[in-house]
Structures are given as C-alpha cells and as structure tokens.
C-alpha cells in the first residue's frame, strides 16, 4: 500500500506541474531527467534490464514509457500492473495529457492553468529559485522573507504573507517542496529555474512568454472572431523595429536556443561535422550558430535577422569571441536574397512565424542557397500529422495565430511536402525539445 501511495502521490505532483510547463522547456531538451522513483533515489539513467530487476520485460517498457523507475522491484504481479494502469490514468487525465479528459475537476485543471503560470513567472521576477538555492539547502518558512530580500533594495521588499502564499501556490503544483516547516527547490526547478545554471531558462520565460508571448492570448477570441481589437497586430519586421521591444525578444530568446543547438548537434553531428558554412535564418540573437560553430571548429555561420535583432546578436558574438565566426546579414527572409554557396541552411522557428502560403517559396530560397550535397534544417513547433497533439505545440501554434494569422500549425506531413516542392530529398524527421519541437533535415541532390 505504501508503495502504491507513494507513486501516486508523485505522479500526482508531476502532473500538476504541467501547467507552467507550458510556457515552455527549450533548455530542457538538453539537460538531465529527472524520473520518478519507487524505493531509493536514482539518477535518470534508464530502468535497469529484467535480468536485474527480475520484472518482466513488458512491464519495464511500460513502465519506461511512463517515466516511472521499477529498479529494486522483486515481481511484475498483478498489483505492479494494476498500479501502473492507475498511473496511466492519473497522467493522461491531467492538464496537457493529451486524452480526453474525465471529470470537473480536470476541467478546472485546464482553466485555472493561467494561475500557476502566473506564480511561475512571478517567483522568476522576485529570484526566488535562485534565493532558495543560493541558501544550499532547505529554508524554514520563518525565514523566508529574510532569504528573499537579501541584497533587494527596501523598497522592492516582498511582505512575508504574500511570499508565504505564493510559495504554497508554487508547492501545490510541484515547483518547490516542503518538508516539515522548511521549503526548498525541487530538482527541475535547481536545474532549470536557478539564474547561471547551466539549463537555466528562467529569463525566456520571464521576458519573452510572461511579457510579450502571454499577452496576445487575451486576444485569441476576437481574432477568431475576426472582430476589431483594441491592440493592433504588427507583424514581425514591424514589431521588431521597435528596438526596445527587438533587444527583449532577442534577449529572452537567447536562452532557449542553447539547449535545442546542443540537441541538433548530438543527432546530426555527422551530418553538421562535414559542414564549413552555414545560415542561420530568422537566427536571432544567433544562439543556434553561436553554439553550433563552437561544437563544430570548422563550421562558420551567417546569421540573418532584423537589422535591430542582429545589433544584440553582434553583441553576443563579441562577447563569447566569436565575431570571426559568426557574422551577421540584416534582412527580411521574405524579401532579402539569401547569401549562396553554403554547406547547411537552418531555419529555427521561422517556419510558424510566417504564413502558411510563403513556406514554398521560403524553403526554395533555401534549396536556391546550397551547394549540392548542402543540407537544409527545419526546427519548429509541430503537432502529429493526426492533429490530436502534443499539447505544448498544438497551444504555441494557437497564441502565434493570434500576432501572425496566415500561420499555419505545422505538421511533419506539411513540412515534408513543402520541402519536397523545394527539391529536397531524403527528409527524415527527429525529436528536438520532447513534447514540443521537431527538427527536419533534407539534403539537396
């Protein structure tokens, strides 16, 4: 029994936190998982094989599927089985698993979800991740406050009641722990939410979904509506000449790029190894080509972008040293000629920031810019090719449609007829940021 309450419990939590999960996990396609255990902590390394756990293959694979670690586990009875059936239940049932929900409750799950994203992106403005952690190990909630406002000027003080509630908030679905009467970082949130980790992504959710991404949703009924709204959308070479509005975006961009460039370069790094020049279009603050050139020492990189984008790219360029190799073309991927003669092209979330009629000729222009034997990258957002999820792709692909409304929710089949019209040839598909982005790599014969 204690077995079966322990899992439950933790599954419970884990798909509680979904909801902030949503705002979005870049940097988390190339970090450590952290899996739920039954008897003994673990690091994610996989269950171990039947021959040492003496449970049956079929159930480590299930088990495997569900994130849930079997090791130490004598038997696959019927009880083990019975309990991960009420796992599979309890995770689907939840904000964002992907089936049909069953109850109000879930209902509820769904609706109030804007709140716990909310207490997410309020906990990164007051650093509050990064207090807990600097601390180095549990904090009593008397202390708190204390912990909190070190170094914070007086006037920016958060009050001890208000701090108390939003960290009950945040322990309820899961992004702090309580022990006792102390509070700490559960290990996603050490590992990605702490300021300088090395998975960190707290500023792109801070920045780009919480200040500019969050706010076009209060405009998704009108827009499909087609009624007139008080904010006027711009497109992008519009919004991006505001060179406040350019540096945020960039900026909190940064940070999720990281992650997904090392993710391209473990699955395609053969591919990417016998490459000596690259675009980057649509590349932004140049965090892809920054990344790649650094894991490739013969690879080097254009980045094409916004002249106001490109300014803070050069910016970060030059302060990793690497101006001489990644440089920087201003331009509109629309309407600017492409530089030719390179070994790769990538396009990283371009595909749904534009309309769905301008794919063809966008990745013409691409098949127009290799050499032959060049190789050409997609990396978006994508639902499956049934158009019943993943539930991450499918809710980004809902908010663009707000700001870009002849863009289109991108699926492996449309990609791959778009590229094919292009002329690419052996198009293979591959997981970038689980849950959320796939990549897709033709070659031009």
């Not at 988390?28 to 390394?45: C, D, K, N």
């Not at 480590?60 to 239940?89: F, H, M, Q």
């Not at 092209?345 to 749904?352: A, D, P, R």
Request: glycine residues 8%.
């Amino acid at each position: 029994m204690m077995l079966r309450t322990t899992l439950l419990r933790t599954l419970q939590r884990s798909a509680a936190s979904a909801a902030p999960a949503a705002a979005a996990a870049a940097a988390a396609a190339a970090a450590p998982r952290v899996v739920p255990t039954l008897g003994g902590s673990r690091a994610a390394r996989g269950l171990s094989s039947s021959s040492s756990s003496g449970l049956d293959d079929a159930t480590l694979t299930r088990a495997k599927a569900l994130n849930v670690d079997l090791s130490g586990k004598a038997s696959a009875d019927d009880a083990v089985a019975s309990l991960l059936d009420e796992i599979e239940v309890l995770k689907g049932s939840k904000l964002l698993g992907g089936v049909p929900i069953r109850d109000a409750e879930d209902i509820s799950h769904i609706a109030f979800s804007f709140m716990a994203a909310k207490a997410l992106f309020a906990a990164l403005d007051i650093s509050l991740f990064t207090a807990l952690h600097r601390v180095g190990g549990p904090v009593e909630y008397s202390d708190l406050a204390a912990v909190v406002n070190e170094g914070v000027a007086a006037s920016e003080h958060v009050d001890e009641r208000k701090l108390v509630t939003l960290v009950t908030a945040l322990t309820s679905v899961g992004l702090l722990k309580k022990e006792g009467s102390t509070i700490a970082n559960v290990p996603a949130s050490e590992a990605f939410l702490v300021r300088g980790a090395k998975y960190d992504f707290g500023d792109y959710l801070r920045f780009q979904i919480d200040k500019q991404m969050y706010p076009f949703m209060d405009h998704v009924s009108s827009v499909l509506q087609g009624k007139p709204s008080k904010q006027r959308f711009v497109d992008y070479e519009e919004w991006m000449g505001d060179p406040e509005e350019a540096r945020l975006y960039t900026e909190s961009q940064h940070a999720g790029s990281h992650g997904p460039a090392r993710s391209l370069a473990r699955y395609k790094g053969a591919l990417l190894n016998e490459c000596t020049t690259l675009l980057d279009v649509g590349g932004g603050s140049g965090g892809f080509s920054l990344t790649l050139a650094s894991l490739f020492p013969n690879l080097k990189c254009t980045v094409m972008d916004f002249p106001n984008v490109i300014e803070v790219g050069r910016e970060y360029a030059e302060a990793d040293g690497m101006s001489d190799r990644v440089d920087f073309v201003g331009g509109n991927a629309l309407e600017t000629p492409f530089p030719t003669d390179k070994s790769a092209v990538l396009m990283s979330y371009l595909s749904s920031s534009v309309g769905g009629d301008n794919l063809e000729e966008l990745y013409t222009k691409a098949y127009d810019a290799l050499e032959p034997g060049g190789i050409f990258v997609v990396h978006d957002f994508m639902v499956n090719d049934e158009r019943d999820g993943p539930p991450l792709a499918a809710l980004w692909a809902l908010q663009h449609m707000v700001f870009t409304p002849g863009a289109i929710s991108l699926t492996p089949a449309a990609v791959t007829g778009f590229m094919q019209s292009a002329g690419f040839e052996d198009i293979e598909f591959f997981t970038m940021i689980p849950g959320m982005t796939q990549g897709a790599i033709g070659i031009k014969k």
